[in-house]
Nanobody
């Protein structure tokens, strides 16, 4: 059974940074793209970023473009989301997604 295990969330002040990780044991991790989503309280889950299988193509929602960076290490079967210049509106539970599999979610809270 494939599992995606997330880590790296936490409480940070506005303007701060966090790096989320999404680790899996799937041997075919590098064959497919992966995604990050987030869900704020009372809102629907929304797409944040995408990275191609080889990591040479990325795409971002406009709300995070220029502040977030998605990346991956296919040797380690791990994906990352580097989040800089965080804002209170970035507060949400963040989820990684690969094929039909989802991480358990990690809470990111941006507050002064």
């Amino acid at each position: 059974q494939v599992q995606l295990v997330e880590s790296g969330g936490g409480l940070v002040h506005p303007g701060g940074s966090l790096r989320l990780s999404c680790a899996t044991s799937a041997s075919t991790f590098g064959y497919y793209g992966m995604f990050w989503y987030r869900q704020a309280p009372g809102k629907e889950r929304e797409w944040v970023a995408t990275i191609s299988a080889a990591g040479n193509w990325t795409n971002y929602d406009n709300s995070v473009k220029g502040r977030f960076t998605i990346s991956r290490d296919n040797i380690k079967s791990t994906g990352y989301l580097q989040m800089n210049d965080l804002k209170p509106e970035d507060t949400a539970v963040y989820y990684c997604n690969w094929l039909q599999f989802w991480g358990q979610g990690t809470q990111v809270t941006v507050s002064s």
